[in-house]
T-cell receptor
Framework: AQKVTQAQTEISVVEKEDVTLDCVYETRDTTYYLFWYKQPPSGELVFLIRRNSFDEQNEISGRYSWNFQKSTSSFNFTITASQVVDSAVYFCALGVYSGGYQKVTFGIGTKLQVIP | GAGVSQTPSNKVTEKGKYVELRCDPISGHTALYWYRQSLGQGPEFLIYFQGTGAADDSGLPNDRFFAVRPEGSVSTLKIQRTERGDSAVYLC???????????FGPGTRLLVL
């Protein structure tokens, strides 16, 4: 069975601070994908990043960066110089292929509030 | 291009009524997924379609829930004899065949009174 744990349910930071959202996953599959999605107050899940299990290279996209470490089964997400528009719920997710399609398991989400 | 669309955006119904929720996937996406998101939780898988067929409906909570995708594009999630516990946001996602990323619609907020 797959499991995604986001231990931080809510985080508050002051604008311009850096913040890291933690994600720990469990799977017995050797091939899998990890995702981060953003859910602003409007409710739509917005895809941010996908990483496959064979690519541990960290990635940076503007103010966003992701740190994937298979040794600790973690896929953490850092926002640098946070902005009020970053306020949202962020979901980490794990996808494994089963029966020809990718079944995705989501974490409970971390609610980030950026205070001006 | 257009993303995944879902209608209605909000639905209020009374306990015991029947509801239909519609999802229009991204054009050309053959895979379609339904999820349910309860308050304070992450989305939970309900059903997956590849083309017209439901390839995996293991997430449907009981036989009051049913979904169809007759022409391999638009899908309808149907809930019979609604219960207050069915209140949630129902999300639809689509991906290309073998696609590694699911793209989500805005969801339908269902409230059963």
């Amino acid at each position: 069975a797959q499991k995604v744990t986001q231990a931080q349910t809510e985080i508050s930071v002051v604008e311009k601070e850096d913040v890291t959202l933690d994600c720990v996953y469990e799977t017995r599959d050797t091939t899998y994908y990890l995702f981060w999605y953003k859910q602003p107050p409007s409710g739509e899940l917005v895809f941010l990043i996908r990483r496959n299990s064979f690519d541990e290279q960290n990635e940076i996209s503007g103010r966003y960066s992701w740190n994937f470490q298979k040794s600790t089964s973690s896929f953490n997400f850092t926002i640098t110089a946070s902005q009020v528009v970053d306020s949202a719920v962020y979901f980490c997710a794990l996808g494994v292929y089963s029966g020809g399609y990718q079944k995705v398991t989501f974490g409970i989400g971390t609610k980030l509030q950026v205070i001006p | 291009g257009a993303g995944v669309s879902q209608t209605p955006s909000n639905k209020v119904t009374e306990k015991g009524k029947y509801v239909e929720l519609r999802c229009d996937p991204i054009s050309g996406h053959t895979a379609l997924y339904w999820y349910r998101q309860s308050l304070g939780q992450g989305p939970e898988f309900l059903i997956y379609f590849q083309g017209t067929g439901a390839a995996d409906d293991s997430g449907l909570p009981n036989d009051r829930f049913f979904a169809v995708r007759p022409e391999g594009s638009v899908s309808t999630l149907k809930i019979q004899r609604t219960e207050r516990g069915d209140s949630a946001v129902y999300l639809c996602a689509s991906s290309s065949t073998g696609g590694e990323t699911q793209y989500f619609g805005p969801g339908t907020r269902l409230l059963v009174l």
